[in-house]
């Protein structure tokens, strides 16, 4: 049997292996199907945590890297890349920007061009080995209005880019700094004043900012607006950590690739949903 921990929950169950679809193949032609035979995957039977009993979805897709995997399995994209069935072996994510909202998109073998605006920033994996688990690149630095906060001198920190995660998060001694800094606070008063900094991540050399809108999420509680922002510590063991995650709450606003070939990360400002979807406005 496997057991999986995640940083929600866990899960139980047995590995299987069966023939998996990336979409779905009677509509296109012959050749253009993304599909992996004898693909392993875990079967589940039982799960722990709030997480697996009020999420709506129906299960997990690993896309990190093979060292990640349990058991010595395969992850369905790294077989795909092994099988000769990519002309361009990189994935990609948009994500719409609100709760709830429909339109995001998963696309698998190409970039696609309309959901993103100006340039496609690449950046090379920074890991520690020569064997990548996550999709990792270099922070250089954080800063706050533009003002460098020198958390990760010299050397650059690991910053994980990873869809699995909803929020921004680094190891406790670094991010609570950045926290205090924000200073969200819950009654929505400095948001709606407008006092909240700008918050930016220097990767390599680029620097991605994200706005208050961007990094505060809105909750509706005894109808009243509660702030929330989007940043939590969270130390990782010795053997994965310290190391920074791109969560979603950076993700919705940046368009992410992934280049299996050579080993980097693209990024882009995301495409307003109603450029992307003009009947959604």
């Not at 609100?98 to 605006?117: D, H, M, P, R, W």
């Not at 909240?196 to 208050?212: E, H, N």
């Not at 940046?254 to 495409?271: C, E, M, Q, T």
Request: hydrophobic share 35%.
């Amino acid at each position: 049997g496997i057991m999986i921990r995640y940083g929600s929950g866990k899960i139980e169950g047995i590995l299987s292996s069966d023939t998996m679809y990336f979409e779905d193949c009677s509509l296109l032609k012959s050749g253009e199907c993304h599909k992996v035979e004898k693909q392993q995957f875990g079967e589940v039977e039982y799960t722990e945590g709030k997480a697996f009993m009020w999420g709506k979805y129906d299960g997990i897709v690993g896309l990190g890297f093979p060292k990640l995997a349990i058991d010595g399995t395969i992850p369905p994209f790294d077989n795909l890349f092994y099988q000769n069935r990519l002309r361009n072996p990189v994935f990609s994510f948009y994500m719409t920007p609100k709760a709830g909202q429909e339109g995001s998109v998963f696309s698998v073998g190409g970039i696609k061009k309309n959901l993103y605006t100006g340039p496609m920033k690449w950046h090379s994996l920074f890991v520690t080995d020569k064997t990548p688990e996550y999709w990792t690149v270099k922070l250089t630095d954080v800063l706050i209005d533009g003002k460098p906060l020198g958390l990760c001198k010299p050397y650059g920190c690991p910053f994980a880019v990873d869809t699995g995660t909803s929020l921004i998060t680094g190891p406790s001694h670094m991010v609570n700094k950045v926290i205090d800094k924000l200073d969200v606070d819950e009654n929505c008063h400095r948001m709606k004043a407008g006092k909240l900094p700008r918050l930016s991540f220097q990767i390599d050399d680029t620097i991605y900012d994200l706005d208050a809108e961007d990094y505060v999420m809105k909750v509706q509680e005894d109808n009243a607006d509660v702030c929330i922002g989007g940043l939590r510590d969270l130390d990782l063991p010795p053997e994965k950590g310290p190391m920074w995650i791109a969560g979603d709450v950076f993700l919705r606003k940046f368009y992410s690739v992934y280049d299996r070939n050579d080993l980097r990360v693209g990024l882009a400002r995301a495409a307003p949903v109603e450029s992307v979807y003009p009947s959604k406005k």
